[in-house]
């Protein structure tokens, strides 16, 4: 799958011995033109780095964490998550002249993401991407274009400068809206009020052609917002499962026997590499998919809410038939009502679901979650495709959320909130740890640290001191003059930011491209810290 992003010049290499087979017998006039194509064929193959396919195919496989599922396995035998990264690296390795990312981010891990980042920031040609993970847009874009109200607007600079200049734009064209509204109303009463009298006739008609050539300032639409909010149904016991020496897997096992119990009241992710097993075994634990070997025991009174990843087969059903297939018992107005908390307009509602976004089928399914009594919650990977308002109002309703949680998801802040306890599943078992995501990193950055002492070779502890006490001595004075240019650089942008309250259209946009360029600085200065 991979080399089928180099086809047009494989073409090339078929053509090229083909040529070769063709020269043994051809006359003399032949031979010179085929050796004149040959030529040909070879500089554009020795131009597009044709010898290094292979090279560059390991190298975006390794980046993306492909290499260890070998790369001639069968691409219908991967999870969701590694069919992704298969596109994503196909992608990469054809350099097209614009780059085309939709939400490039989801299933992959943080060091993908990194590796991601670097490859963008590096890359010589133009890409449009999509994407919820704010940090990850922060981090590589320079541009945003926003599209509100059938209108796409242009902005420079990262999210967070876009977020700040549009905050302010609103708040003048909403000023400039109740300015106008207050003149059109004025006007309106005086030419109501005057257009029947001769004397004042022609003051009315003067005010009228006013009103009819005015560019009337139009507010976009506010977007529904969700409100999400699970019910807590009555209290399980102490023990909501427990497995015994569970082998998870389809064909072959993708696990050594996994023995662990989940508690009442915990929240636990569930991290590891893509093809892993996560969904297989939330699967497993939900007798969903039958094991290899071993067995799950689950506790008593489960009340279960499942979000799947992935919902396969195409949905012909509309939104309201959808929900109606759940809750028979509901009226259409319940229906509506429970769908539009979701955060989806008239028109999703009545839409079939298969025509929606990834984000709005992902709001119908949750709509199921929270219209229906739960103790126990299993998600895998409920942000993907959500905005960021939406994503957050999940994160919020789920810290309220009373109930226990086994959560599976690449999306590293929002575990990090949420989960109490991580559970890495790797092949050979599972590993517990207490905390959040970045106690976990933390954990496991101080073992590869561990890990790289023990293989390193001994050094003199005197010399070596000596050494550090020097390092530390520049790096502080690095520190310190870093800090100094960047409380510069910040109060120079808070200037320039005061003024942009009330400034004329020209002062503003010299401001933004001032506070632009100072944002760019400043970034640079605390990648340096």
């Known amino acids: 799958a991979l080399k089928s992003a180099f086809d047009p010049l494989l073409q090339k290499e078929q053509r090229m011995n083909e040529i070769c087979d063709m020269l043994g017998t051809a006359d003399e006039e032949e031979m010179n033109a085929l050796m004149e194509e040959l030529g040909t064929i070879q500089d554009e193959l020795t131009l597009h780095d044709f010898y290094a396919i292979d090279a560059k195919v390991e190298e975006v496989a390794r980046a993306l964490g492909l290499l260890d599922l070998g790369l001639d396995r069968d691409v219908t035998d991967l999870s969701g998550g590694q069919r992704t990264k298969v596109l994503l690296a196909k992608l990469l390795l054809e350099k097209p002249d614009i780059l085309l990312l939709d939400e490039p981010t989801n299933y992959l891990d943080e060091e993908h993401i990194a590796w991601l980042k670097r490859y963008l920031l590096e890359y010589e040609n133009a890409f449009i991407l999509i994407s919820h993970d704010i940090p990850f847009l922060n981090s590589v874009v320079n541009i945003i274009y926003h599209m509100e109200n059938q209108e796409l607007n242009r902005y420079v600079g990262d999210y967070d400068h876009f977020q700040e200049v549009y905050a302010v734009k609103k708040a003048q064209l909403e000023a400039a809206y109740r300015k106008q509204q207050q003149e059109i109303s004025e006007?309106?009463?005086?030419v109501a009020r005057n257009k029947a009298r001769v004397s004042t006739r022609n003051m009315a008609m003067s005010r009228q052609k006013k009103l009819d050539k005015m560019d009337v300032i139009e507010l976009a639409a506010e977007k529904p917002k969700?409100?999400?909010?699970?019910?807590y149904g009555r209290t399980p016991g102490k023990m909501l499962f427990e497995t015994h020496d569970l082998v998870i897997g389809y064909d072959e096992p993708l696990s050594k026997p996994l023995?662990?119990?989940?508690?009442?009241?915990?929240k636990i992710a569930l991290v590891g590499t893509n093809g892993i097993g996560k969904t297989t075994?939330?699967?497993s634990l939900l007798g969903l998919i039958k094991p290899l070997s071993g067995s799950v025991e689950q506790g008593e009174n489960l009340e279960i809410g499942y979000f799947e990843q992935e919902v396969k087969g195409e949905n012909r059903n509309s939104c309201i038939e959808e929900l109606w297939q759940e809750f028979p018992s509901y009226t259409q107005y319940q229906v509506r009502s429970a769908l539009a908390k979701c955060g989806l307009t008239t028109k999703h509602i009545e839409s079939q679901v298969r025509?929606?976004?990834?984000?709005?089928q992902a709001k119908v399914r949750l709509c199921k979650l929270l219209n229906r009594d739960t103790n126990f919650l299993l998600l895998d990977e409920p942000t993907n495709h959500l905005d960021a308002f939406s994503r957050e109002e999940l994160e919020n309703t789920l810290l309220n959320y009373s109930g226990t949680m086994l959560i599976v998801s690449h999306d590293r802040y929002f575990i990090n909130k949420l989960a109490t306890r991580?559970?890495?599943?790797?092949?050979n078992g599972c590993n517990n740890f207490l905390g959040n995501y970045d106690d976990y990193s933390e954990h496991r950055y101080v073992s590869e640290v561990k890990k790289e002492e023990k293989q390193k070779p001994k050094v003199n502890d005197y010399k070596l001191k000596k050494e550090?006490?020097?390092?530390?001595?520049?790096?502080?004075?690095?520190l310190k003059r870093l800090e100094e240019e960047i409380d510069e650089t910040e109060n120079e942008i808070g200037k320039y930011e005061s003024e942009l309250s009330g400034a004329e259209y020209e002062k503003l946009m010299e401001y933004t491209s001032k506070i632009d360029e100072l944002s760019k600085k400043r970034d640079v200065l605390y990648e340096k810290w």
């Open 468 to 478: 550090r006490q020097s390092n530390l001595r520049k790096l502080n004075t690095l």
């Open 187 to 190: 006007l309106k009463d005086f």
């Open 355 to 360: 025509v929606l976004s990834g984000g709005e």
């Open 281 to 283: 075994l939330l699967r």
């Open 226 to 231: 969700p409100e999400f909010k699970f019910r």
């Open 259 to 266: 023995n662990f119990t989940m508690e009442r009241g915990q």
């Open 422 to 427: 991580i559970v890495e599943l790797t092949p």
